[in-house]
């Protein structure tokens, strides 16, 4: 994801409607979610389905910011935005260590 810039970008249908209605102190808009794709590493990343991913971004430490995309590997590489939420960061995964 670090070069989600190069890629094509979709934006759902879902993704628009909940980034208008989360959108908070922890939930950026939608150029906010760009410039985050684009510049930051996720800090875990969990596999959904062959095409699908729950991203997680660390906000502070009580939230992470939760993006689920879907990739089209195609030429060229299709990354969907299907949905972004916040959830509390100790529900991560990787923090069962």
């Not at 939608?30 to 062959?50: E, F, H, M, R, W």
């Amino acid at each position: 994801m670090s070069c989600a810039k190069n890629h094509t970008i979709i934006r759902t249908r879902h993704y628009i409607e909940k980034i208008e209605l989360r959108q908070n102190g922890i939930v950026p808009d939608d150029a906010g979610i760009q410039c985050l794709l684009s510049t930051q590493l996720p800090v875990y990343i969990k596999k959904q389905t062959n095409d699908t991913f729950k991203l997680f971004y660390s906000i502070d430490i009580i939230y992470d910011l939760i993006i689920v995309i879907s990739i089209q590997n195609i030429s060229p590489h299709k990354i969907s935005l299907i949905t972004v939420h916040q959830q509390e960061a100790k529900r991560r995964p990787d923090n069962g260590k």
